[in-house]
């Protein structure tokens, strides 16, 4: 069990570290390996949960054969229980027929006793008395035999008590017999009711960690499903993302292929603000202090100002560019890029098709700059080039 719940565990791990790697924008070939791997952990987890619930289901069969059992056994046992107390009962009544049956032996063999010693003080005059007395030899037989049938008698008596006596006696050890057979059952009982509860505690620990484990799986797999689900809609946005990409750089090429630019079409990129602080000349660098060509015109302007998109085109940059800052590059086509540096916040993303005059950056003054301003360049074939015959007066 413990095994189970470490592997479990480790199962939550995985889904983790394939959580964080979510965040470093994989391609759809890397997603779908994620995916699959998911869906592997997925099956794996529910064949281990399927195999715990049956696991869990055997043993609550287990606890309700100990729970029939134990109710058999209880119920023997106090029908035993019964029986012994039926028996002590009997016991307790035979033992006073033995003292009744003793104490009549004992009286019979007492009188017994005391005839006997009578007659042995008075027996030969009494006899000879009584024999001497017949009047006829038929008399004297009647007394003789009369004699002789009383001796028999006191002697059947004392035999029947003797063995009355002893019938008691072999019913007592009978009843006692008995009575030590069925103490040894029910302590058979006693022990086998202990071995069962024993064997209940066992299985009702066993079951209430199988249900620990069920509740564990099912959180693994919860949460490799949400993975699951995660990864299935970043494919989905990745393979949109990637369409997207196509169709834009599809019709960035028709555009490009359609575009021909006749010079002085290009919108202010500054609505507002048309003083230009630095032009395209040289001049004395408010960086470093050396004399440098500056390539661009310099627009001032409140820090968050709208920058707009002085043509229409297709953002080829959209981040930081070393001491421009924040900057935006737009190709028109026919070999014209614009650059929109120093921004404080850049609105437009790459490959994004923009439209003449809309807003793609914030003015700032990030990079190298000395204050909130646009730096606006114009390019030709890569090669930077006088911004002002492109702008419309």
């Known amino acids: 069990m413990k095994k189970k719940i470490t592997s479990i565990f480790m199962a939550i791990l995985a889904v983790v570290l394939f959580t964080v790697s979510m965040d470093a924008s994989p391609t759809i070939n890397e997603l779908n390996q994620r995916r699959t791997a998911i869906n592997n952990e997925l099956a794996e987890n529910r064949r281990e949960l399927e195999a715990v619930r049956q696991e869990r289901a055997d043993a609550v069969r287990e606890i309700e054969l100990l729970n029939e059992e134990m109710r058999i056994i209880s119920e023997d046992m106090m029908a035993i229980e019964d029986e ?3 028996m002590q ?33 008075h ?14 030899f038929t008399d004297l037989i009647r007394i003789i035999h009369s004699i002789n049938m009383i001796i ?8 029947e008590l003797i063995a009355a006596e002893q019938a008691v006696s072999n019913k007592i050890a009978q009843i006692e017999q ?9 302590d058979m009982y006693a022990e086998r009711m202990i071995e069962l509860e024993e064997s209940m505690d066992a299985v009702a620990i066993l079951v209430e960690e199988l249900e620990e484990s069920e509740t564990e799986y099912l959180l693994v797999i919860a949460t490799f499903e949400n993975q699951a689900s995660e990864v299935g809609r970043a494919i989905e946005r990745a ?13 960035n090429r028709a555009a490009q292929q359609n575009f021909v630019f006749t010079g002085g079409q290009f919108d202010w990129p500054v609505p507002g603000h048309t003083r230009i602080s630095s032009g395209y000349v040289n001049r004395i660098s408010p960086i470093n202090g050396r004399r440098e060509f500056h390539s661009g015109i310099d627009i001032p ?6 920058i707009v998109a002085a043509y229409p085109g297709v953002v080829i940059h959209s981040g930081w560019m070393g001491g421009f800052g924040n900057t935006i590059m737009i190709d028109h086509g026919g070999g014209i890029v614009t650059l929109y540096g120093h921004n404080s916040s850049n609105i437009a993303r790459v490959g994004q098709q923009v439209a003449r005059g809309e807003v793609i950056a914030r003015v700032g003054s990030t990079g190298w700059s000395t204050g909130n301003h646009l730096h606006f360049e114009v390019r030709r074939n890569g090669n930077h080039t006088d911004p002002i015959p492109f702008l419309r007066g």
């Open 301 to 306: 302007a409140p820090r968050g100002t709208n």
């Open 178 to 186: 008995q009575k030590e057979d069925l103490e040894l059952v029910r």
């Open 152 to 159: 028999e008698h006191e002697q059947n008596m004392i035999d």
């Open 84 to 86: 012994i107390r039926s």
């Open 123 to 136: 027996g030969r005059t009494s006899y000879l008395d009584v024999l001497l007395n017949a009047e006829s």
């Open 89 to 121: 009962a009997l016991l307790e009544e035979t033992e006073i027929e033995l003292d009744i049956a003793i104490e009549l032996l004992e009286n019979q063999y007492e009188m017994f006793i005391d005839r006997a010693v009578h007659m042995y003080m």
């Open 239 to 251: 393979q949109a993302e990637q369409r997207a990409r196509e169709a834009q750089a599809a019709a």
